[in-house]
């Protein structure tokens, strides 16, 4: 079971980070982090550097393919190698995922044509233009293609994927041992949830929001 | 106000992630991730490393100090350079931190003597026995102090820190822009709720974990 995670210029770290804590502990997965060249791929905040152990042209079969959102989303999803290497790998792939923004990378590949979707809740007109069909909830199945909502919900989604793969006990497992029970201190997680005024804000600040923080 | 988060060979990723993630979008933050020796740090899964921008050396004065655990803190709470920046650090830190082992590492250094503090549920006596005094919540503050049980906990932790720092409203952006809204399709993330079946077998297993998964 080999799971790729794709690197690309300012991604949001925790969106591949999260999945990846999780999945990666299934008993037998092998994981590689990938980006167009092997190496120090820097994210969305400047601050950090992941590296990139293989070249997409290396990593050509994977069982799983993850694409994280962010910033960069928005060149990487008119970047044609990226695209290429997507619809290669998802040609023979189990599981094709993506959190955040990494859906319209999915999308501009042509992935998800007509499929039921999610994205951050800021770029949901954005996957529809691309035309999926998105929906408002936290983690989205149709077939093999998984999408996550904003940054911290690739975790639901990998717990759901482990559970799918590996069995309920497999999963629980894994939560058990991530210890991941959370206990927010606010209830602002969704523009549901959030105080209104916040949220008004980041909408009128939509075209900032999707340079600096999806 | 500048964070300074901690890695060492064999850190556990999200440990560190989950709560830079978090804090780095606080308005006028700088984040900076700092080692022994600037470069790339393998993780606890070998699978991934980060780039520490800067050595120990270089960074003596953060604000806010990150010790992510792992299995790899067994070493590091027994390194006298980590150490000693440690107290250094700490001398004039407005927020000491750890999440996970992390604790351990700042136990070892001798600064959770007589605190309240916690880490891992698999590793409350080893706390125990390095000073603290464990309790059994996901967050613990002591003064300055501030520690998180479990790999995941770390987001919790950090969205607390939010709102000490920048008011209630601050946290509550940050937590609606990566959209922090749990749903665990399963209810297993403590040895409280998780099967007692998998809570008995891992707990057998504390020292396999320890090296493996902590």
Same mark, same amino acid.
């Given at each position: 079971m080999q799971i790729a995670v794709l690197l690309y210029d300012r991604f949001t770290t925790l969106d591949a980070v999260g999945p990846y804590e999780l999945l990666a502990r299934l008993p037998g997965a092998e994981t590689v982090f990938v980006a167009k060249e092997a190496g120090q791929i820097r994210n969305d905040q400047g601050s950090l550097a992941l590296v990139a152990?293989?070249?997409?042209a290396q990593v050509t079969r994977p069982d799983i393919v993850l694409v994280p959102g962010g910033p960069g989303s928005r060149q990487a999803m008119r970047d044609e190698t990226i695209l290429d290497w997507l619809r290669t790998a998802d040609a023979t792939s189990t599981w094709t995922t993506s959190v955040c923004t990494g859906s319209l990378v999915l999308a501009g590949a042509g /992935? /998800?044509? !007509?499929r039921r979707a999610t994205t951050h809740w800021l770029s949901l007109d954005d996957l529809r233009t691309l035309g999926a069909e998105p929906t408002g909830e936290r983690v989205v199945f149709d077939g093999k293609y998984v999408t996550a909502a904003g940054v911290s919900s690739g975790i639901d989604m990998a717990l759901h994927l482990l559970g799918r793969i590996g069995g309920d006990a497999a999963a629980q497992t894994v939560q058990l041992l991530t210890e991941y029970d959370p206990q927010p201190p606010?209830?602002? !997680?969704s523009p549901e949830k959030a105080p209104a005024e916040i949220v008004a804000y980041w909408r009128g600040q939509a075209d900032k929001v999707l340079t600096v923080q999806d």
């Open positions: 152990d293989r070249p997409l /992935l /998800l044509k !007509g606010y209830d602002a !997680g």
